[in-house]
């Protein structure tokens, strides 16, 4: 079956412009994740969504990133007023609900490789 | 705070030899541990998952084996080939958080 998809593939923006990177997860993964993937940094968790329940927003670096969630399927994932730093690839993920003290497998996406000049 | 460390960083080996890559964590309260391949300007792609309640798993050629008292897992390759090129990462579910915290992993080069 379909895996997740992402888009843009690859985005270039100017410093302070606004981007939005788009997520589609497995069809029945409740659970979605999004990762960032920068050079000296490794891979870093940003924020998790699971069904209707609040997100986990801890991983998000600065207010100037925020992501949402429709209808419990696609994500966006925002950065406003872009800086170099903001430079990387962005990952997301997606999963079957997670129980108790069972973690299921995550499936990621492609990546959007954001470039901020 | 939760650390994943892979050693080696990089690694070359010659075509058909068994190779064994290392995972560490600092802190053995885990759901799970995943092992990932990640292809040049590619996304990771899930090789194995092991539970936090068990000590390995296996898929074809590739073995994942799991100490969570000695905060470490192992992935075997057997029989290396130049497809098996890639950078491999390590990750571990935490407890109590609903996220994969990773390793800077183990960039593999299978030399024919």
């Known amino acids: 079956g379909a895996g997740v998809s992402q888009s843009p593939s690859n985005k270039v923006t100017e410093k302070g412009k606004d981007v939005e990177l788009r997520c589609d997860p497995i069809?029945?993964?409740?659970?979605l994740y999004w990762y960032r993937q920068s050079l000296g940094q490794g891979l870093e968790f940003l924020i998790y969504?699971?069904?209707?329940?609040?997100?986990?927003k801890s991983g998000l670096p600065s207010d100037r990133f925020s992501a949402e969630r429709t209808g419990g399927s696609v994500s966006t994932l925002t950065i406003q007023r872009t800086q170099q730093e903001d430079s990387a690839v962005y990952l997301c993920?997606?999963?079957?609900?997670?129980?108790?003290?069972?973690?299921?497998?995550?499936?990621f996406g492609p990546g959007t490789r954001l470039t901020v000049t | 705070k939760q650390e994943v460390t892979q050693i080696p960083a990089a690694l070359s080996v010659p075509e058909g030899e068994n190779l064994v890559l290392n995972c560490s964590f600092t802190?053995?309260?885990?759901?799970?541990l995943q092992w990932f391949r990640q292809d040049p300007g590619k996304g990771l792609t899930s090789l194995l998952l092991?539970?936090?309640?068990?000590r390995e798993q296996t898929s074809g050629r590739l073995n994942a084996s799991l100490d969570k008292s000695s905060g470490r897992s192992t992935l075997y390759i057997a029989a290396s080939q130049p497809g098996d090129s890639a950078t491999y990462l390590c990750?571990?579910?935490?407890?109590?958080?609903?996220?994969?915290?990773f390793g800077q992993g183990t960039r593999l080069t299978i030399n024919p």
């Open positions: 993920a997606s999963s079957l609900r997670s129980w108790g003290l069972t973690f299921y497998e995550q499936y």
């Open positions: 069809s029945g993964h409740t659970a």
């Open positions: 969504f699971q069904g209707n329940s609040a997100p986990d």
């Open positions: 802190d053995s309260a885990i759901y799970n």
């Open positions: 092991i539970q936090s309640s068990q």
């Open positions: 990750a571990v579910g935490i407890q109590g958080a609903q996220k994969l915290v």
